[in-house]
């Protein structure tokens, strides 16, 4: 089946560093990603986006590559802060008539001080 | 202020009981979605709503039920025969339905949190 899965489950970062949180995807008709972010206890808020028929989409602070040929997807978080502590995860739409956002499970990346 | 409201933020059903889950948006969107999330888990769909009076279900949808009789609400109710119902519900909306467009990009609202006494 087709599906949206994370490399890593958690992430643990100093305050100040660059974090990378990585996303692999296997559906090949996937046209659009999006970046949630969810605290604890709260509804997924929506960080970042980006088309299929880019490579790489910069936000503030925040930065998604997208690697069609190896099917990968990234976030980067720039000068990393406690208060991007939360769980991450991916979503993917396969487009035309197909409504369905399909999930991955979601990275937790911790910051520490 | 615009966004997407769900109450309660907690909730507790004893068993047997029918519970429904209130969703409302102030954002003009189209499509409405219900998803149910579980530890360690991706969101599950259980419901979507393209436009008001009309509704499909979603990949989980046994065990629940919806309305859309306007356009900015798509209450979500547990019925007593959803098994397993303790989870954290999350509604969502977006300009239309993905499937039209595409590059729609779905908002969510806190959430509303379910426990089976």
């Known amino acids: 089946g087709e599906s949206v899965g994370l490399h890593l489950p958690t992430l643990s970062v100093q305050e100040g560093d660059n974090s990378i949180i990585n996303c692999a995807y296997s559906?090949?008709?996937?046209?659009?990603f999006i970046w949630y972010k969810q605290e604890s206890g709260k509804g997924p808020q929506f960080i970042i986006d980006?088309?299929?028929?880019?490579d790489k989409r910069q936000g503030q602070r925040v930065t998604v590559l997208l690697n069609k040929t190896v099917k990968h997807l990234s976030l980067q978080i720039a000068a990393t802060q406690p208060g991007d502590s939360a769980v991450y995860f991916c979503?993917?739409?396969?487009?035309?008539?197909?409504?369905?956002?399909?999930f991955g499970k979601g990275t937790l990346l911790t910051v520490n001080p | 202020d615009g966004g997407i409201t769900q109450s309660p933020k907690y909730l507790f059903r004893k068993e047997g009981q029918n519970v429904t889950l209130s969703c409302e948006q102030n954002?003009?969107?189209?499509?409405m979605y219900w998803y149910r999330q579980d530890p360690g888990q991706g969101l599950r769909l259980i419901y979507y709503?393209?436009?008001?009076?009309?509704?499909q279900k979603g990949d989980i949808a046994e065990g629940y039920s919806v309305s859309r009789e306007k356009k900015e609400s798509f209450p979500l109710t547990v019925t007593s025969a959803q098994k397993n119902p303790t989870a954290f519900y999350l509604c969502?909306?977006?300009?239309?339905?993905?499937?039209?467009?595409?590059?729609?990009?779905?908002?969510f609202g806190p959430g509303t949190r379910l426990t089976v006494l």
């Open positions: 709503s393209q436009i008001v009076n009309d509704f």
């Open positions: 969502a909306s977006s300009i239309s339905l993905a499937g039209a467009r595409s590059t729609d990009t779905q908002y």
């Open positions: 559906n090949s008709a996937s046209d659009y």
């Open positions: 979503a993917e739409n396969s487009g035309g008539s197909n409504y369905k956002l399909t």
């Open positions: 980006i088309r299929s028929n880019m």
């Open positions: 954002l003009n969107h189209d499509a």
